[in-house]
T-cell receptor, first 110, second 113 residues
Framework: LAKTTQPISMDSYEGQEVNITCSHN???????ITWYQQFPSQGPRFIIQ???TKVTNEVASLFIPADRKSSTLSLPRVSLSDTAVYYC???????????FGKGTTLSVSS | NAGVTQTPKFQVLKTGQSMTLQCAQD?????MSWYRQDPGMGLRLIHY???????DQGEVPNGYNVSRSTTEDFPLRLLSAAPSQTSVYFC????????????FGPGTRLTVT
């Protein structure tokens, strides 16, 4: 399984766009990139998943360059409620397990 | 749908005691997993199951047993609790593979004294 590296923490203000970059240099051909969000005392919640280029849903966008060695989660116009830990994961579709790192703690201030 | 439910929410054990953490899902998901999360850390996979009757070890399986007799239930057994097993335990389910969106339960906070 490819190891991921992401910043330990980030700070932002309400209304700003936040971009969290994740490095996964050893990503395999069949691997997908998935992001989860976790609030204190809750289980993680799926945000978005992608294979290449760009994926967008109602919550976030995921940008993946052609070499797929990194990815960027973009949160548009964050609010205080977006304060959470964000995890970047790489996993195969073949059914192997998910490996969570320490994630990025995002703090949004007013 | 209740989604993924876990019981109990909190538990205190003495060293050497055994117990079972319960996990159930009503989404007919084939895949279920158990993770533990220590303070300030990410989640670590303990055991997982790709269907009834099939289980496999994750990253940190020692000290834990699982079984999957039905699609809905995936209990985690602590055989002889140790202080190192103090953690928050999360159960998750998903379909069609583990790498797709996983649905997590609310967690069980376990303290071993």
């Amino acid at each position: 399984l490819a190891k991921t590296t992401q910043p330990i923490s980030m700070d932002s203000y309400e209304g700003q766009e936040v971009n969290i970059t994740c490095s996964h240099n050893n990503i395999a051909t069949n691997d997908y990139i998935t992001w989860y969000q976790q609030f204190p005392s809750q289980g993680p919640r799926f945000i978005i998943q992608g294979y290449k280029t760009k994926v967008t849903n109602e919550v976030a966008s995921l940008f993946i360059p052609a070499d797929r060695k990194s990815s960027t989660l973009s949160l548009p116009r964050v609010s205080l409620s977006d304060t959470a830990v964000y995890y970047c994961l790489v996993a195969t579709q073949a059914g192997t397990a998910l490996i969570f790192g320490k994630g990025t703690t995002l703090s949004v201030s007013s | 749908n209740a989604g993924v439910t876990q019981t109990p929410k909190f538990q205190v054990l003495k060293t050497g005691q055994s117990m079972t953490l319960q996990c159930a899902q009503d989404m007919n998901h084939e895949y279920m997993s158990w993770y533990r999360q220590d303070p300030g850390m990410g989640l670590r996979l303990i055991h997982y199951s790709v269907g009834a009757g099939i289980t496999d070890q994750g990253e940190v399986p020692n000290g834990y047993n699982v079984s999957r007799s039905t699609t809905e239930d995936f209990p985690l057994r602590l055989l002889s609790a140790a202080p190192s097993q103090t953690s928050v335990y999360f159960c998750a389910s998903s379909t069609p593979t583990l790498s797709y969106e996983q649905y997590f339960g609310p967690g069980t906070r376990l303290t071993v004294t």
